[in-house]
């Protein structure tokens, strides 16, 4: 019996979903933080259920072939890369293998064949996106005395803490700049004695900063969030900021006065420049607010839109419905070879960004509507105007769709749908039903979209 807080040596046998090792003892399941295929480790184990236990790594006995030093400083103790310790092509070996057994378990298909693969070429600096925290609880590292300076940070989260950040020099999966940047508001902040936000006693007046980069326009967006509106207090660091850095074109303030820690306000206030930035995705440009979706990888989401239309199989004649699509990057992909393409969203804000990309692109045959996609099929008067589509794209959060959605799916009698996702397992699970109702399915792609994460982007074709 293995009990929790025994020491364990484990052989890592493959990488579960979400990144953790999978060791066994007697067909016993253990799931083993920072550990990677073929290392032999000691490891605590600090949850056991009536299934499976969860183990952390506590010293490598024996390390694995495929084991590369990582080249983040922060690593040990950041959660924002799983497995930079695990060579590329390992990375990718690891992920096919969680697609296909997703796909096994989940969608009750036995032989599971991945028809594409694309890896990035850019395994670093890859992220347009990135948001920090500020904190006046620093996440002290071993090495430190206990008496070290703790009372400001601005970086990320300790996985499992809420209130403490680790303080950031470095991340690798950011452009360069972004560091640059990172370090000089830190300093500036400290020297204009600006309080980080206390997220346990809710005090404190700089809460996040977002920085956001146009990858093929060279725009960059600096968002700083607060939790009061005081520009007074935030001019003479956006004046520095934008002495030091010309290449930024837009700073912006959020504010967010609620207790919730999200990056993101009630409202905003223009400090420099634009309201927005763009960005291209091969020939279509996009305009990114603070608060919009886009694509976390340029170069990569160009490829995986590829993937998209390349298996819609388009001949400028077919009526397409894209669902929970955003701001509508895929539905304008799609547009430049089908005769029609009607995009559904919720979010009544991506709806208003996605007409403003087709107007900003100068593309007339795409139409947006505001649907709640979990019911809005279900009552005929609300697109009993609509033509039936030949092909349905689906790409929904990383929960999936909802079931009764799924079941809706075939009523459209579409000789193609084509499922976009980030979460293979809510895929595989969602594709069981599909594939019961006259469905099969005809190819898989995987794109890796952000490397070092456990995080998969499949695409999966199914037709009549």
Known sequence: MIKKGEILELEIESLAYG??????????????????????????????????????????????????KPVCEHFDFCGGCTFQQLEYEQQLEQKVQQVKDAYQRLAGIEEVKIDNVIKT?????????????????????PDESEKAKSDFALGLHIPGRFDKILDIRECHIQPELGNKILNFIRNKAIELKLKPYDAKTHIGF????????????????????????????????????????????TVLNNINTRKADIAFGEYEIILYGEPIITDRIGELEFEISANSFFQTNTLQAEKLYQVVLD??????????????????????????????????EVIASAVEDA?????????????????????????????????????????????GMHEDMVKYLPKFDTKRIIYVSCNPTTQA????????????????????????????ETVAVLEK
């Open 206 to 249: 700089l809460r996040h900063l977002v920085l956001r980069f146009g990858v093929n326009t060279n725009k960059l967006m600096v968002n700083i969030v607060t939790s009061y509106e005081n520009t007074e207090l935030l001019f003479p660091l956006v004046n520095s900021l934008v002495k030091e850095f010309p290449q930024i074109t």
């Open 311 to 344: 298996s819609a199989n388009l001949t400028d004649k077919e009526i397409v419905f894209d669902l929970y699509c955003g701001t509508g990057s895929i539905t304008l992909f799609l547009a430049q070879q089908a005769q029609a393409v009607y995009g559904f």
């Open 19 to 68: 990144g953790k090792g999978i060791a066994r003892v007697n067909d016993f399941v253990i799931f083993v933080k920072n550990a990677i295929p073929e290392q032999k480790v000691k490891a605590l184990v600090y949850k056991k259920r009536s299934g499976y236990a969860e183990a952390r790594t506590i010293e490598v006995i024996k390390e694995s072939p495929a084991h590369t």
């Open 355 to 399: 007409r403003q990309n087709a107007v900003l692109n100068d593309i007339g045959n795409v139409h947006f509507y505001k649907a709640n996609l979990d019911t809005y099929f279900k009552n005929k008067g609300n697109f009993k105007e609509l033509p039936d589509p030949d092909v349905v794209i689906v790409d929904p959060p990383r929960a």
């Open 429 to 456: 699970r969602d594709l069981r039903i599909l594939l019961n109702k006259e469905y099969r399915l005809i190819k898989i792609s995987i794109v890796d979209m952000f490397p070092h994460t456990p995080h998969i």
């Open 121 to 141: 070429d850019q395994i670093f600096n890859y992220r347009n996106k990135m948001e920090f925290t500020f904190s006046n609880r620093r996440w002290i590292l």
